[in-house]
Every structure is written in C-alpha cells, then in structure tokens.
C-alpha cells in the first residue's frame, strides 16, 4: 500500500505516514469543500488535488500545522473553482450563449443554497474559513482562533461582520419566488 | 418569499450544504485508491488548479514534532494496521452491508467489519448486499451480494480466486509484485487498475474502468483489456454496457463517472463480447483490442431552404441558423454548413469566437443549452467544394442511449459525416502572421488601478486566468437569453429575472460615461461611436487585451508579449479601416440607434494603441491548425 514511489522532502518515510494524514484529515477537506462549492464532484476534485500536491511536494511549513494547511488549501481550492466554473461574458459577439430551453433545469436546485453560495464565493477566504468552521464544522470561536492562529475576538468580530455581509448579498441574489 | 434574512444563522444551518458520513467515506476511498495509482509523473485534470491554491504562510510556532512523527503516535488507521498483520493474514474486512461469512471447522461464522481473512480462506456474500475487503497490498475489493472468494499469497503478489459471483477490484499500485484475480478459467493480472469479474456457471467475463488488465484463459496468449472493454470466456453470456454490469456497486457513481473520463469517445463496450478464446485470432467474434466508434441510432440531414433560413428568436443569440442543441442522446443542428458542422466536430469552439480560445477550441458545448455556432468561414476548416461552405442542412440524430455532449457532438457526428457525406480529412499546421503585443518605446501610458476602480455590480467580479473578466451571477443559468448593451448613465445591472426563460440583461458602462469618470465595468465590451470602435475594460489584464485585439484585427493570433500582469482601465477608440476587418458586432445605446455621423474618425488601430495606451502591435509569426478536407460527396438520403 505504499505510495513512497513519488520522491518527497520526507522521503521514505512519507508513504505510511501519508496515508495516515490522508485518513485523518480527508473528512475536514472534502466536508469543507462541499459547503463552498456544494458539488460533490467538485470537493472530490479538491480533495484529490490537495493531497496529490502533497505527494509531489511537501511545503516546508506544513508540519507546523498540517490541519490548519489542509483546511486553508481546501477552501481557497474551493473558492477558485467556484469563481472559475460561473459563465463568462466574452468580450464581444456573445453568440454562444444560452436560449430557454427546459424551464426544469433552471429551478431544479435550491434557489436559497444557490444565492447562499453565490455570496460565500464572494466572500474573502479568511471570511470563509471561519463561517465554514463555524457553522459546518461546529468550532467554537476558541478552537477556530487555535486553528488558524489567531484571538476569539478576532473570529467573533469576523463572524459577526461576514453575517451583516452575508445579509447583503443574500438580499441581492435570492429572488422572490412563489410561496 | 424571501427567507427572513434577520436570521441568518437559521439559513446558514438549514441551507448550507453538508455532505453525509457516506459521502465522505466514498469519496475518500476513490481518492486515496487514485492517490496509491499515481506515480508521481502524470498531470492529472485538476492540476490546473493546484497554481491557484494561495495558502498563507502561518505566523504561529509550536514544538517542533514532525506531523509523520505525530501520525505515528496516535491511533492506527485501518490502511496501515493491514500492513502489521500476522504474516498469514491477506486481507481486512472493512465494510460489510450485508452478512459476510466463513467456514470454520464445518460450522459457518460471522465475519464482522474488522475481521481478518487467512490467505486461502473462502469467503461469501449472503443477502442482498455485498461488503468491501483491503487487501494487504493495499487493493480493495468489493464483493456483489452472493459472491464468493478467497484471497491467496501467491508467489510475487496476492491472488484473488473468485469462485462465483462479481467483484470489483481497485488494484494499488503494484510496486514489487503482482495481483491476480482467478476464475474457473481465466487469470487477470493488474499493475494498478479498476476492473470488473464475473465469475458464472457459464464462464467468466472480465471488464475495465480504470488502467488495462491483461487476461489470459488457460494457456493462450493473453489479451490487454482498456477502459470501456470486455471480455467473456463464452460468448452466450449476456451482452451488457459495463456501467450496466457495475450499477450494483456501492460506488457505482464514481465508477461511472472515471468510466466516463476514460472513454469518452469509445463505445461503452467493445461491442458484441467476444470469448476470449477467439482473440488474437480473428475469429469467432470482434477481437476484444477493437474498439466500435459510437454511432447514432438515427439520423435525418435535410437541406435548408436558402430563401427561408430560420431567425433567431427575439432577443436571443442562438436558436435560429447556425444553432445547435443536444439533449442526452439527441442532437439538433439548425441549417449550419457543413463546413461549420466539421469544425466543431473536430473539437474546435464557435468560428466568430475562434480568437477568444487558446487555438480555436472552446471549453466544449453542454447539453440543453442552445448555441449559435457562427458560420465557419475559413479559419479552420480548408478544401472541398464551394457547397460545403454554402449550403445549409439540418441535422437531427437519436442514439441508442443518453450520450454525452462530447461524445455526440465529436467522435458521433464525426462517424455521421464519414458515413452519409463520404468525409475524409486531415489535419495540416501552418505559420501564420500573427501580431505581438508590447510596450511601446514611449512607454506605458495606462496605471495599474485597484479593485475598486471598476463597477463589478451584478457580476462576480473574477481574478482568474482571464484578468478582469466579468462573471455573471450563478442565478443566470441555463434557460435564459442574454441581452448586452452599453448602459445609460447612471443606469444600474439590474437584478436576474427569477422566472426561468426570461432574459438576462448585462449593462456595460458606455465609454462616454467612463470618459467622464465613471467606474467601467469589469470585463471587456466593444462599443459603436461613428465610424469608430471603442474597445472599453475594466480590470483587465493586457493578456486579455491582446486576445480581444484579435478579433478586430480579424481573428489573427495577437500575443501577449509586454511581460505586464497589472489590471488597467482601458477605453481605446480606433477606426473601423481595411486594418480592422474582424467582426462588427458593435454595442450601442437603444437610444442611439444610428450612428452619429458627426463624430471623425479616429487613428488607426496600430495609432492608437501607441498613442493612447503605450502599446504596440509587431508582427509575428504563430503556429495554426487546419482541418483539411480530402473527400466529400452530397448527403446519402436519410
């Protein structure tokens, strides 16, 4: 079961180990990844892509706290595909564009999970590195300030500011639907 | 009715999404199985994304205790406990949905999750649910209800001799021995793979998702199986697709899915199955090496009527001529030439967008979505008659089952031409004038500006690969028509229309407004003054720059050649002249319908870019495909 054959700072040593690190952390990644991109292929891809990042190159600073890089990879992953995936308008001409189709499609999701996750996109990550440790991981303030070096009150003054944010876009992206 | 937006802690816990338990166990099983395939040398499909990570760097110390060190203090995860296993212990039960037992001095015992399995030990599957086995080198198995196997050491690896039943097997990575997975009469070996067995009273059948297996029944010349193939020790075992034959697996979604990635463009199986015995010789069957090319059940081409050629609906692009729209396993082409046909067929992106993409491809068409494909004109597609370009058909294809966008819409109807237009082609690469982009000798005149500067409301303002490209809400979804024009001052992006089908409407901000300080907006926008072309961006890059140059410049390659990665506002206004030829698709207010006839025109394109941007265009050579056709003849009658 090893997988020592991709050359690391860790050596030999890695491959076990490796998988250990793979077991103990591949729930946090891929449950964070999840509530920003709410796409199970999509945290899938995350998980992988961190975890074979590892494998081909250890960052100096990961054993300084392994869970906190983990956690930080996943929700910036997260955000970039989120903003990478959304349609783009080109730059002129614009002829490839959509026409109605199927009405089924366009309400099939959730209107209220698609806008809340429109806003958490635009959210900064450290924004959303605390909500998601917040709200989908249950941390108290006190854990997520362990976690990613800071105070509580920096996290709860950060909450507190990425609900009123939150609040304002969410405003704007859900719309009126029948009751 | 909105969600009370005053409790957003209530939101959050009932609306963000949160994967289940199972999930997550699935997912991590089929990344740490492709982790342990992967030797550290392949790009895989999501490396793309690996430059954007951005971890900070963390300020925080603690004692210096190596995470592998720490690792291995604590608990044992269950992958690594297999390896501290008695030597004659070759597997670990770790799931179990239904009963998985044993015989045991004659009596029959209950293996729970966690039990060890002797090497030669014979276990099986009752019920209605299967369970998952590790095996020692790290391969799982799973075990189909009413299966039975026993795991063996064998001389340079592990052997896995079924006795009845289906498993599927994720090989690890074989570093120093083999695996082998044993019927009646066959023997698989692997290297680090994903396949199928099937052991039956009537014989076996083998098949791959992932990887290649090599199969060899009794002393014949064994046979190589790739992704999509199968393989049967008789050939009136029933012929099924192979996702058919995996739906019972837990995990039959991402099977699918890597059954997919690997064989799109191949047919789902090698066609009628053919016994093993017969490969290699030819006979009694398709050898099992050959792969059909997918095909269309149906297919009607008509010829358009040249004085009636549909419209597009009002306020849509796409939908009227030169629109295509695919459904699973349906495909409906409008009036395109066939020349526009070949092109995207052959994976090229719409012909009036060529320049935006990378040599000429698009990121792909989805299904339900309707496109407006341009027609192509020569920037791709080269040779045949004058008809190919000229005459219009309509395509209208069904096939056997849900086919994919990418697959229909490439290997598909590639196989339709070759088929009812006798086509032949091939591909011819030629240098090419192009232009680079530079900093003028006088320097840069445009300054780098921040976020702020640009109005990214109603946009997802992006800081991706295309710089400064704007990104529309995801509220604007399939099913809705887009409407783009130059916004009225002090006019705001109004908000996406809730009912699907309704248009979408994209303000950009008119280049006299930015002139006048306003922010523009992000993104890019070609606007009409007269005889002139204002190009107007917000927060772009001159990477992105260079690229929409090409399309007045008429489709020609234009590099990025100055070095700059900065975001600027641009408004670059240039006459429309025998140097700009490319589109003239031009923005302009509902309100000025005409163009002004007093306004002069403007520098050259090659002028003001000097003059009012510091850039220069040098000429340049750049590399471009052709897709060169060698035979066509008239459509066949349906």
Redesign the interface.
């Given at each position: 079961?090893?997988?020592a054959?991709?050359?690391s700072p860790?050596g030999e040593?890695?491959a076990?180990?490796f998988?250990?690190?793979?077991?103990?952390h591949?729930?946090l990644v891929?449950?964070t990844a999840?509530?920003v991109?709410?796409n199970?292929?999509d945290?899938?891809?995350v998980?992988?892509?961190?975890?074979?990042?590892l494998?081909?190159r250890l960052?100096n600073?990961?054993?300084?706290?392994?869970k906190?890089?983990l956690y930080?990879?996943a929700v910036?992953?997260s955000l970039?595909?989120v903003?990478?995936r959304?349609?783009?308008?080109?730059?002129?001409?614009?002829?490839?564009?959509?026409?109605?189709?199927?009405?089924a499609?366009?309400?099939a999701d959730?209107?209220?999970?698609?806008?809340?996750?429109?806003a958490i996109?635009?959210l900064k990550?450290r924004a959303v590195e605390i909500?998601i440790l917040h709200?989908?991981h249950d941390y108290s303030d006190a854990q997520i300030a362990q976690m990613l070096?800071t105070t509580r009150g920096t996290i709860a003054v950060t909450l507190y500011r990425t609900?009123a944010r939150?609040?304002k876009l969410?405003?704007?992206?859900?719309?009126?639907?029948?009751? | 009715?909105?969600?009370d937006?005053?409790d957003?802690?209530e939101?959050?816990?009932q609306?963000?999404?949160?994967?289940s338990a199972q999930?997550?166990e699935n997912?991590?099983m089929?990344?740490?199985h492709?982790?342990?395939s992967?030797?550290?040398s392949e790009a895989?499909e999501?490396?793309g994304?690996?430059d954007?990570?951005?971890?900070?760097?963390?300020?925080?110390?603690?004692t210096?205790?190596?995470?592998?060190a720490a690792?291995?203090a604590?608990a044992?995860?269950?992958?690594?406990a297999?390896?501290w296993r008695p030597a004659n212990h070759v597997a670990l039960v770790t799931a179990v949905d239904a009963t998985l037992s044993r015989d045991v001095d004659g009596k029959t015992e209950t293996l729970p999750q966690g039990s060890d399995l002797e090497t030669g030990q014979p276990v099986r599957t009752t019920g209605d649910a299967g369970a998952v086995l590790q095996l020692?080198?790290?391969s799982s198995v799973e075990m189909r209800s009413r299966s039975e196997l026993a795991v063996e050491k064998e001389v340079d690896g592990l052997g896995i001799r079924l006795h009845q039943g289906s498993i599927i097997v994720h090989a690890?990575?074989q570093?120093n021995g083999h695996l082998y997975v044993k019927t009646r009469d066959v023997t698989v070996s692997v290297v680090g793979t994903v396949f199928l067995v099937n052991a039956e009273k009537e014989g076996s059948r083998v098949g791959v998702i992932e990887g290649e297996v090599r199969v060899r029944e009794g002393d014949k010349k064994e046979t190589s199986l790739k992704p999509g193939q199968q393989v049967s020790t008789n050939a009136s075992l029933v012929t099924r697709p192979l996702k058919e034959e995996i739906a019972w697996s837990r995990n039959n979604d991402?099977l699918v899915?890597i059954l997919d990635t690997f064989t799109r463009g191949m047919a789902q199986t090698a066609g009628p199955l053919a016994p093993v015995r017969d490969q290699g010789t030819g006979a009694g069957g398709q050898s099992a090496g050959a792969v059909a090319t997918p095909q269309f059940e149906e297919a009607s081409i008509r010829a358009c009527d040249p004085d009636n050629v549909p419209e597009?609906?009002a306020g849509?692009?796409?939908?009227g001529a030169n629109s295509l729209?695919m459904t699973p396993g349906r495909l409906h082409a409008l009036c395109l030439t066939l020349a526009t046909i070949v092109r995207h067929a052959y994976g090229y992106?719409?012909a009036?967008?060529d320049f935006?993409n990378p040599g000429g491809r698009?990121p792909g068409l989805q299904l339900?979505?309707?496109?407006?494909?341009?027609v192509e004109d020569g920037k791709r597609v080269r040779g045949g008659p004058d008809w190919v370009r000229s005459d219009h058909y309509t395509i209208d294809a069904v096939a056997a089952d849900a086919a994919d966008a990418a697959s229909m819409m490439g290997p598909m109807v590639r196989a339709l031409l070759e088929k009812r237009f006798q086509l032949k082609v091939h591909i011819e690469t030629e240098q090419l004038p192009a232009w680079n982009l530079t900093i003028a000798s006088s320097g840069l005149k445009i300054k780098p500006v921040k976020t702020d500067a640009v109005d990214s409301s109603g946009?997802?303002h992006?800081?991706?690969?295309?710089g400064g490209?704007?990104?529309?809400?995801?509220?604007?979804?399939?099913?809705?028509?887009?409407i783009?024009r130059p916004a009225q001052p002090g006019e705001r992006q109004p908000?996406?229309?809730?009912t699907?089908?309704q248009p979408v409407t994209?303000l950009f901000r008119h280049f006299a407004d930015v002139r006048r300080g306003e922010k523009p907006t992000c993104?890019?926008?070609?606007q009409r003054n007269g005889p002139n072309q204002v190009l107007v961006a917000g927060g772009t890059t001159l990477e992105?720059l260079a690229?929409?140059l090409a399309?007045p410049l008429g489709g020609v390659v234009v590099t990025d050649k100055t070095g700059n990665t900065d975001k600027f506002n641009i408004v670059l206004e240039f006459v429309r002249d025998e140097n700009t030829p490319g589109?003239s698709?031009?923005?302009q207010r509902p309100d000025q319908p005409d163009q002004p006839s007093d306004v002069p025109r403007g520098q050259t394109i090659f002028t003001a870019l000097e003059e009012q941007l510091g850039l220069k265009l040098e000429p340049a050579r750049a590399p471009r495909d052709f897709i060169v056709i060698d035979r066509v003849e008239r459509p066949t009658a349906n």
């Open positions: 079961m090893s997988i054959a991709v050359p860790a040593a890695l076990n180990d998988e250990e690190l793979f077991r103990d591949h729930s891929y449950r999840y509530s991109t709410g199970r292929h945290a899938e891809d998980l992988q892509t961190i975890f074979l990042r494998l081909r960052p600073d990961f054993d300084r706290n392994p906190g890089y930080r990879a910036n992953l970039n595909i903003r990478s959304k349609r783009e308008a080109p730059a002129d001409g614009l002829e490839c564009l959509p026409a109605p189709v199927d009405p499609l366009a309400t959730d209107p209220i999970r698609r806008g809340l996750l429109d996109a635009q990550p909500l709200y989908e070096g609900r939150l609040k969410l405003s704007r992206a859900i719309p009126e639907t029948q009751s | 009715m909105k969600p937006l005053n957003i802690d939101l959050l816990e609306h963000l999404p949160s994967a999930q997550v997912a991590g089929r990344v740490l492709r982790l342990r992967h030797d550290g895989t999501f490396e994304h690996l954007a990570i951005e971890v900070p760097v963390r300020t925080w110390r603690r210096v205790m190596t995470w592998a690792a291995a604590v044992i995860a269950i992958g690594v297999v390896l020692a080198d790290g690890a990575k570093r991402a899915r597009a609906p849509a692009r796409g939908g729209q992106g719409p009036n967008l935006l698009g339900s979505n309707v496109y407006g494909l341009g946009f997802v992006t800081t991706g690969r295309d490209a704007c990104e529309l809400q995801p509220t604007v979804g399939r099913g809705q028509p887009v783009v908000s996406p229309p809730s699907p089908g994209i993104g890019m926008s070609m992105a690229r929409s399309s589109p698709f031009l923005l």
